[in-house]
């Protein structure tokens, strides 16, 4: 049986987040299955367990299983169970993970990942509470709340014939979509105290002093696509190279691999075989394919030495120019357009005294 550990509790103030929150209170109470969808680090899985533990099956069994860590077979008898002989090295009967689940919840992430066959013994259990064992020919009845979770648009995966739409019929009774951290600004700071004082506490710090004004700046500008995780793991990191407990942060780390050392990318095999196999070009259809702008922005063109910090801001000042002018100067579109939220686009704007001649409407 997990148990739902403190340290876990989920943090927010944004109105998209307390929405969620508020689904989910709703939804809770009642014996239907819930479907989960968000991006990686959203903090499905603490969603899935706020659910259990707010129905009336919280002091029943809560189990997980990522059904992406196994293949077809060992996930089968995962969730099922096998009889003794059902192949080799099944020397007796063992119970799956929706018989050990019974009269509590079970949540299934990564469901995207299931194959046909496993999908068909899930439709069998959500619409009547049963199934067989791997092996086995004897029904098994149980009652098991089911959640599941995945970061795929399953609507598309079965228009695609990918994933069964019956399935997610029944699944689907209520789904619950995770707003990606980028769309909750108000939330990243709070956060970002929240797992300093953490890790602040785990290195046995006799205080967290907080963050400069340029570390938290460098925390709202940043787009995060790793969400909440990805901000959890900076964060300790940050926090773990101060190593002093009088100095506030002041040095974020965004990406840890970031060295002058670092090593190369390497080709894979299958692109070198295709680098040297596929058909030449026709020179007329490169003519027609290449524009000036490509050609002129190829490393042959560039003098150095060069100021790369200029460069990038000179690069970055052109496209906000060019996307504020393709938006008619509205910073709403403009953010969309450059996958921003509104605050992180201001910043830059105001970074580059850009805010004249905007539209500030968020209308």
Request: charged share 25%.
């Amino acid at each position: 049986m997990s148990r739902f550990r403190k340290q876990d509790n989920l943090l927010g103030q944004s109105n998209s987040f307390l929405a969620v929150l508020e689904q989910v209170s709703q939804v809770a109470q009642l014996n239907k299955p819930v479907l989960i969808i968000g991006e990686r680090g959203t903090g499905k899985e603490l969603i899935a367990a706020r659910l259990h533990y707010l129905s009336q099956r919280w002091d029943q069994n809560y189990l997980t299983l990522n059904c992406a860590a196994l293949n077809e077979n060992l996930l089968e008898s995962e969730l099922f169970g096998y009889e003794a002989g059902a192949f080799t090295g099944a020397s007796k009967r063992r119970e799956g993970r929706f018989e050990l689940a019974h009269q509590g919840t079970l949540f299934l992430d990564e469901l995207a990942n299931t194959s046909g066959l496993v999908q068909e013994k899930l439709l069998r259990v959500v619409e009547y509470g049963e199934f067989e064992r791997v092996g086995g020919s004897r029904t098994v009845k149980t009652d098991v709340r089911l959640i599941a979770a995945t970061n795929e648009d399953l609507p598309s995966l079965a228009a695609q014939g990918e994933f069964r739409a019956d399935l997610l019929d029944r699944l689907a009774f209520d789904v619950i979509t995770l707003p990606p951290l980028r769309h909750r600004p108000e939330d990243i700071l709070l956060l970002a105290e929240h797992f300093a004082i953490n890790m602040a506490r785990e290195m046995e710090l006799e205080l967290f002093s907080g963050f400069t004004e340029k570390a938290r700046n460098t925390l709202m500008d940043y787009h995060w696509p790793g969400n909440i995780r990805e901000l959890k793991n900076v964060v300790e990191r940050a926090v773990y190279r101060c190593n002093n407990p009088h100095l506030p942060v002041h040095e974020i780390s965004l990406d840890p691999f970031e060295s002058e050392f670092r090593p190369t990318a390497r080709v894979k095999t299958q692109d070198r075989v295709a680098a040297t196999t596929t058909t030449p070009v026709e020179p007329q259809v490169v003519e027609t394919i290449s524009s000036p702008k490509t050609t002129t922005n190829e490393p042959a063109a560039i003098n150095f030495p060069l100021d790369l910090k200029q460069a990038s801001q000179d690069f970055e000042i052109e496209l906000l120019k060019k996307a504020l002018a393709d938006s008619q100067f509205n910073q709403k579109k403009t953010a969309e357009k450059l996958c921003l939220t509104y605050h992180q686009l201001r910043g830059y704007l105001k970074k580059y005294n850009l805010l004249d001649g905007t539209a500030d409407d968020q209308d």
